[in-house]
């Protein structure tokens, strides 16, 4: 039995200010979705790769894995168009698997710096014997629940949350994959709405009534989503991994 990564990439550039998909704007002259397919690929632990992408941009994408592989690398990877939600993509992701895949990794192309001892830790983790696994880093911010906003568009306080027991979570997720193949069908309903959609793979998993797992995630496995995460982006590249 092997393990796989699911590399999510269909979402848009938009609200870092381009008109291409996040997974084809480039971080020092290299897309974000090979940047991320070759952080999996260095972790050593996987069988192939399975790239989600927005259904009209196949062929692009396609172009950058030349002949089935991540670039530069023997590892197998496959392209497939994702689906409306990040949650169907994923699902499409987990249905183009190899059926001799038994442990599968969900990781976001907008984290593509994430180390490759990341990648390792959340897999060993897994065939230890936790059948789902999050990486994430402590809270540092004070966070506070808030209500409804008034007419003025202040929002109320109801709560400070206690922040040691907080954690933000972080991809490359791990899960046997029966359960997080049986966790998308019992959630198959929610896929197709962006306001319903999980926002990650351990959510769906929860919903089951299902533990999932923490370890401790890493600075440099930050997703971009922003200018401002490109650009710091581009300072960690300076900096040792």
Known sequence: MTTAAVLTAAGSGTRLGHRLPKGLVELA?????VRAARGLERAGCLSAVVVTVPPHEVAGFR???VGGRVPGTRLPAVVVPGGATRQASVAAGVAALDDDVDVV????AARCLTPSELVRRVEAAVREGHRAV???????DTVKQVGAPDASGAEPVRATLD????RAVQTPQGFDRELLEAAHAAGASRAGDETLAATDDAGLVEALGETVWVVPGHERAMKIT????LALARLLLDEPA
């Open 29 to 33: 002259g290299v897309p974000l979705v």
């Open 63 to 65: 172009a950058l894995f």
């Open 105 to 108: 990794l969900v990781h976001d």
């Open 134 to 140: 999050v990486p994430a880093l402590p809270v540092s």
């Open 163 to 166: 922040r040691a027991v907080l």
């Open 226 to 229: 922003t200018p401002r995460d």
